[in-house]
């Protein structure tokens, strides 16, 4: 996935140099050229910036979808990464559109979780029980 950026010259107000970069595929910017690869996807540098109708995985979770059309190959559509206090972080962002319905379990399933529950409910006692 990594590709070299796609970058254009844009003329900005007269700085030092009055050029700045844009990649035409992520739609970073820089007052000089990239030395990283190009994800491909629009990045946005910060969260105000990015567009209402893209979601992270845990958004669409909380509103009951996940990401679309197909669970081996969820449609990834664009990425926020910024530094925050000294670490990189890299959300994916999902589009709204393109999100389908959580599965529900089955009846079987449920059944394994509440006696898995109950199983790990019955050793937190036990173990109180001898502390």
Known sequence: MAQEHDLEEVCTIPRVSGVEYRCRACLRRWAKKPVHYCPGLPDYP??????????TETQLGKLGLRPGPDVKTPSL???CSYTAHREDKVYKLYDLGEAVPKRKPSLAQLAALEKANAALLERLVERKRFE
């Open 46 to 55: 910060y969260w105000d910036s990015v567009p209402d109708h893209f979601k």
């Open 77 to 79: 559509r664009a990425l």
